[in-house]
DNA sequence: GGAATAAATAAACACCGTTCATTATCTTTG
DNA sequence: CAAAGATAATGAACGGTGTTTATTTATTCC
């Protein structure tokens, strides 16, 4: 009996049409100019059938933001490569401030917007951004363990340093940073400057 | 001639109900689910009639942030009030965070939300943060020039410690920080601790 | 008081997310 | 193989959004 797990397969397929033609028009227009009948045109189908993969835009957005995380991660396996611990931490602050950069509008719906979130509320799990979490967690663990931080715990480490950087970031992305008037082509280079200083001046 | 004055006055004064409602219904229910419709429901006035003082949602959406960083500037004022900078450095960064719990949606339409920035992009002002602004920049050049914190400039300093409370506070909305699993109740008090943290680790 | 001006509105436009009754397609059964 | 049943896809609609326009109502000026 084949058919049942074609239709399987047909179905994961069918979801997969939806979330990598989503995924595409996020990135290319940012999540508030996309919507339902635009994704339904894109992969010529019609609004409705979305329905019938997806219970509303929030799921949808849910699976998209998984594949993003799942971007996140490659990236952190990629650029965090040296042995020491200390290094590893400066080389994922930079992956990270480097990926919100290179991926602005993924980064938007991974950590900024309101939705999926209230669907999750329910979930209590949200997994997608586990593996990325971890990676910075367990490098912060290490760390503290070893006194090489100025850091109470390990809590306070892995959190401190992430709201520092996407701080920075989302400062940035919803140009409220503009305040500073500091000249806006410089701005990467110096909040990146910025987090190097702030590893610094962390370490013990 | 007082025609014209009252005229003048009337404008003023329609504006101000205009703001004053959506204010309230922003507090009250969050930036998202407040429509132009709402607004003029509240106001007994038809939507139509909005658009005759505001040329779109995003202009209303900028007096409305103008009001509310007004609050947060009186908001320095009452709790800034030591006369020894690192001190105020403490309050101001505390008053920041507090601000942001006691008016979530209001840090939200300041901070965080898109609108009305794009707006504001062609002005190349966005006024209304710049008393709040001051506030930290000023504290924060003391201290770099007095050299009682490890910044190697006023703006570094001054833009570090904005983006790591804010950081923490838009995780902190937005429900990103839920994927360390703290508890929930326990969150503003060890945020609270964390930003205390860093402007203990960042004195000299 | 009547013409000119200003203010307010009802109605419409073009979207949005979502639902539902209907149609088309595929699978199973007699 | 054809008919019956299940599944997939859709067109049309619902109630919402921000915004515009033609029309009506109110005010000012002569």
Known sequence: MGITERKEREKAEMRRRIVDAAIDMFVAEGYEKVSIRNIADKI?????????????????????QAEAF?????????????????????????AYFDFSQEY????????IIKAPMNTVEEDEEW??????????RDIMTECVEKKLVRFPDPMTATLSIWAFIHGFISLNLRCRIKIAQLDVLALPAFVRSCVKHYVETIKA
Not at 44 to 64: F, G, H, N, Q, R
Not at 104 to 111: P, R
């Open 127 to 136: 997994k997608n951004g586990l593996e990325a979490f971890s990676y910075l």
């Open 44 to 64: 010529e189908y019609s609004p409705a059938t979305i329905y019938l993969y997806y219970k509303d835009k929030d799921e949808l957005l849910y699976d998209v």
């Open 104 to 111: 602005q509008e993924l980064y938007d719906l991974m950590f």
């Open 70 to 94: 799942g971007k996140l991660a490659a990236y952190f396996k990629a650029k965090v490569t040296a042995a020491d611990v200390l290094e590893r931490l400066e080389q994922l602050a930079l």
